[in-house]
């Protein structure tokens, strides 16, 4: 089955433990991105990449850090977790980094708490 | 920069039909997403507008008016099921996607 698949999906910690969330994709995609969900504000990309050992940032990426070593794993680095990266993430992928027109396929979801 | 701008909240009844609208500004547009998401779901794909005009799916359409920076979502025969959120999204080059905040719709017997 194609997917998108992150983990952990809800996690607790207190500010300053690093942290990492993964996302695996199954579909060979090219592009995949991060992006954060508060109330009122909507979805916010937060880094994306066009393919291994390609990324760049979105529009809020203070604090958060990623890589891209195999194209099919896409994780996301929180350094020195604050109380103002709770939130809900969710990575997302499509498969040609160059065509806008494709819909991007996204993960469950992970819900960060930071204490 | 951009802007998008959707109304929060809607209500509907089951059967009916309902129009969610969405406006922007931009200053580069490639097309214009529409997703669906429910409660603590991930968002799932609707329909996607590059041109003028109404592209038909089923009970859902959408239509763009690229001249105007207006689309909207119409959802027919209402069902309980597509109480979710509908979150617009603006393609205005290959490495992003900027989403508006969503409307929440709400749908009643």
């Known amino acids: 089955e194609a997917q998108v698949t992150q983990n952990p999906r809800y996690l607790i910690t207190v500010t300053g433990k690093k942290l990492t969330v993964t996302c695996s994709q199954n579909?060979?995609?090219?592009?995949m991105s991060w992006y954060r969900q508060d109330p009122g504000l909507g979805l916010r990309q937060i880094y994306y990449?066009?393919?291994?050992?390609?990324?760049d940032k979105g529009d809020v990426p203070e604090g958060y850090k990623v890589s891209r070593k195999e194209k099919r794993n896409f994780p996301l680095i929180l350094e020195s977790p604050s109380p103002n990266q709770t939130s809900l993430y969710f990575c997302?992928?499509?498969?040609?980094?160059?065509?806008?027109?494709?819909?991007?396929?996204f993960g469950d979801g992970t819900r960060l708490s930071i204490l | 920069g951009q802007n998008i701008d959707q109304p929060t909240e809607m209500t509907a009844t089951e059967g009916a039909i309902v129009q969610i609208n969405c406006t922007y500004q931009?200053?580069?547009?490639?097309?214009l997403f529409w997703y669906q998401q429910h409660a603590g779901e991930a968002p799932t794909f609707l329909s996607y507008?590059?041109?003028?005009g109404l592209e038909e799916k089923g009970r859902f359409s959408s239509f763009l008016s690229r001249s105007k920076g207006y689309s909207y979502l119409l959802l027919k025969e209402l069902q309980m099921k597509d109480s979710a959120s509908y979150l617009c999204?603006?393609?205005?080059?290959?490495?992003?996607?900027?989403f508006g905040a969503g409307t929440r719709l709400a749908v009643h017997p």
């Open positions: 507008n590059v041109l003028d």
């Open positions: 931009t200053s580069g547009f490639n097309g």
């Open positions: 579909m060979n995609h090219e592009y």
């Open positions: 997302a992928s499509r498969g040609t980094a160059y065509n806008s027109n494709q819909p991007q396929h």
């Open positions: 990449s066009m393919n291994v050992e390609v990324t």
């Open positions: 999204g603006l393609s205005g080059g290959y490495n992003k996607l900027i």
